[in-house]
């Protein structure tokens, strides 16, 4: 069974930092498309970025130069490190897993990241 557990969230002022985890197992994790994505108050889920076993396939616009993600298949661990946050980063945020054979997508409780002074 695919678990996909995220700590890590919290509350932060602009301008700070914080780092994700997801802590992954169930499944064999180079495998598969992990990624973060997330959900602002009233708005879709997004994605944030998406990884395969080879490193990132995608990041959105506001990720790139704040937000870095790694990758370890050994220990099934995708973390998130998030520097010069903004109130717009506030939302929960969630990690993904997706098999690309089966099509079928995973989905961890997420953790909620505020942004506020």
């Known amino acids: 069974q695919v678990h996909l557990v995220e700590s890590g969230g919290g509350l932060v002022q602009p301008g700070g930092s914080l780092t994700l985890s997801c802590v992954a197992s169930?499944?064999?994790?180079?495998?598969?498309?992990v990624g973060w994505y997330r959900q602002a108050p009233g708005k879709e889920r997004e994605l944030v970025v998406s990884?395969?076993?080879?490193?990132?396939?995608e990041s959105a616009h506001f990720a790139r130069g704040r937000f870095r993600v790694s990758r370890d298949n050994d220990n099934n661990d995708l973390s998130l490190q998030m520097d010069y946050l903004e109130p717009e980063d506030t939302a929960v945020y969630y990690c993904?897993?997706?098999?690309?054979?089966?099509?079928?997508?995973?989905w961890g409780q997420g953790t909620r990241v505020t942004v506020s002074s």
């Open positions: 993904g897993a997706h098999d690309a054979v089966s099509q079928n997508n995973y």
């Open positions: 990884t395969n076993g080879d490193g990132v396939i």
């Open positions: 169930g499944f064999i994790f180079r495998d598969y498309i």
